[in-house]
């Protein structure tokens, strides 16, 4: 069922606390946790506690709770004192989605290019 957790699902083992991470934020419905490997001084990956698979799934079936993530990216960016960031949603394997469980990179503190690769 859409939002429940998937037993296959690495995120949804951190949601858990079954696999560590680095939690950095945490709300009611979210969880922000630095990335295992991280491509910037901050990286940063916000997550709905519920799953679902990837961005547009998620703004569709539940959009208040992609607000939520949304808005914990702005929180991760305050904290960090990020001026300028960038918030990437890989979508499908060929833009590089390796979790099926919707996350928010927040990625920041170095320059970025822009097109990205
Ligand atoms: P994506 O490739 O967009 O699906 O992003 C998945 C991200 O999860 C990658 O940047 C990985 O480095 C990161 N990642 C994988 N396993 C872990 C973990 N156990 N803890 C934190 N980040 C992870
Ligand atoms: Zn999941």
């Known amino acids: ?6 037993g296959d699902c690495l995120f949804c083992k951190i949601v858990a606390g079954h696999v560590p991470a680095t939690i950095v934020r945490e709300t009611e419905t979210t969880v922000a946790f ?32 992609a607000a939520d993530v949304l808005r914990e990216t702005q929180a991760i ?14 979508t499908g394997t060929g833009a590089g989605q390796t979790v099926f469980h919707a996350h928010a990179h927040v990625v920041g503190g170095r320059g970025l290019h822009w097109p990205p690769g």
Request: proline share 10%; charged share 25%.
């Open 1 to 6: 069922m859409a939002g429940e957790p998937q």
């Open 34 to 65: 630095r990335d295992i490997n991280p491509q910037a001084p901050t990286h940063v990956l916000v997550i709905p506690k519920a799953h679902y698979e990837d961005a547009a799934t998620l703004a569709t079936a539940a959009p208040a709770l």
């Open 77 to 90: 960016a305050d904290e960090d004192k990020l001026e300028s960031y960038r918030i990437v949603f890989n």
